[in-house]
Nanobody, 124 residues
Framework: QVRLVESGGGLVQAGGSLRLSCAAS????????MGWFRQAPGKEREFVAG????????YYSDSVKGRFTISRDNAKNTVYLQMNSLKPEDTAVYYC?????????????????WGQGTQVTVSS
């Protein structure tokens, strides 16, 4: 069993920054890829960013590329999402997820465990 706990969400003005954290426990965190997804009201959950087991590979959705950075600290069992130049359309609940393998997937079905989510609201 894996437990994921996100933190760091909140309200920020457009152009601002937030850093999300996801603390993992209960499994060999360092052997699996991790991902961040988001879901806005009335919309499907969408992939935001992913990072391989070692941190050597990252992948981003086109909508956040160049503004968001995913990273991980395997010694702390934590994955991060640094979000810069935030836009109102980034408003959503952000979820951390643990993958089935060490390699990045962009689909929700490729992830076995999910956190409870953290709200990010960007005002214009």
């Amino acid at each position: 069993q894996v437990r994921l706990v996100e933190s760091g969400g909140g309200l920020v003005q457009a152009g601002g920054s937030l850093r999300l954290s996801c603390a993992a426990s209960g499994r060999a965190f360092s052997s699996v890829a991790m991902g961040w997804f988001r879901q806005a009201p009335g919309k499907e959950r969408e992939f935001v960013a992913g990072i391989s087991w070692s941190g050597g590979s990252t992948y981003y959705s086109d909508s956040v590329k160049g503004r968001f950075t995913i990273s991980r600290d395997n010694a702390k069992n934590t994955v991060y999402l640094q979000m810069n130049s935030l836009k109102p359309e980034d408003t959503a609940v952000y979820y951390c997820a643990a993958g089935r393998t060490g390699y990045i997937g962009s689909l929700p079905r490729e992830y076995d465990y999910w956190g409870q989510g953290t709200q990010v609201t960007v005002s214009s």
